[in-house]
């Protein structure tokens, strides 16, 4: 299998992922960009603070990224009121995990998971 569609493959899983915890998913096809999945969440009451909105950057494993990549997403994660998210598997048949970027420094950011998320 390619290294192109593995990590398409694995971009489907955290797409699903997420979709199954109630967000909707837009993938960035073929994007060689700092952000790989937008996902959003709306619920009741509307208002400015009923949406929750993801910018996600998806590694196969790991859960690292450059620095420069860190630092762009986030950038752009503040711009739109996003959180900078990255998700990765950490070895094969294990779960997914995501990591909350609070910094652009390499052990900033927090564990974060979609299901607590309120729908």
Known sequence: ?????????????????????????IRAAGSKGKIDLVA???WLPSG???????FVQV?????????ADRAELIRL????RA???VAYQPLPRRPLKYRRLTGPG??????????????
């Open 48 to 54: 400015p603070s009923s949406h929750h909105m993801l």
């Open 83 to 85: 959180l900078p998210i």
């Open 40 to 42: 959003f969440k709306a």
């Open 1 to 25: 299998m390619s290294h192109y569609r593995s990590g398409r493959d694995f971009e489907y899983k955290v797409r699903d992922h997420l979709t199954d915890n109630g967000y909707e998913v």
């Open 106 to 119: 390499p052990r900033e950011w927090v564990d974060w998971s979609p299901d607590g998320v309120a729908p």
């Open 77 to 80: 994660a503040r711009i739109a």
């Open 59 to 67: 590694k196969r494993t790991g859960g690292t990224i450059p620095p």
